[in-house]
């Protein structure tokens, strides 16, 4: 089955950098769609970005434009977000997801957490001086 397990997250300074990653199994990495989302308590949860089954397709949704970066790498089953220039209104847990099905296209890659069927557990993410 789809297994999912984030991990990178923690306590950091305005401004630095973070890099989470999701490491995936039962499912190849290669032929998948991915997403990163995240969630403050009581608020719904939000597209961060996306990185079609190719890799070579990434979105961002606007509140991660210019500070994310999505990447994966296929032979190590793990999918990144690299966050820069952290702010404290980063502050949330994120969570990798999976689609039951991957899009057709290899460059198509979706940021509505409805598009998702598997979800990790998540990571913390506090930013905080």
């Known amino acids: 089955q789809f297994e999912l397990v984030e991990s990178g997250g923690g306590l950091v300074k305005p401004g630095d950098s973070l890099q989470l990653s999701c490491e995936v199994s039962?499912?190849?990495?290669?032929?998948?769609?991915m997403g990163w989302f995240r969630q403050v308590a009581g608020k719904e949860r939000e597209g961060v970005s996306c990185?079609?089954?190719?890799?070579?397709?990434?979105h961002y949704t606007d509140s991660a434009k210019g500070r994310f970066t999505i990447s994966k790498d296929n032979a190590k089953n793990t999918v990144y977000l690299q966050i820069n220039s952290l702010k404290p209104e980063d502050t949330a847990v994120y969570y990798c997801?999976?689609?039951?099905?991957?899009?057709?296209?290899?460059?198509?890659?979706?940021?509505?957490?409805?598009?998702?069927?598997?979800w990790g557990q998540g990571t913390q993410v506090t930013v905080s001086s």
């Open positions: 997801a999976a689609p039951r099905r991957s899009p057709l296209s290899r460059e198509v890659c979706y940021t509505n957490r409805f598009s998702y069927d598997y």
């Open positions: 039962g499912f190849n990495l290669d032929s998948y769609a």
């Open positions: 990185i079609s089954s190719s890799g070579d397709s990434t």
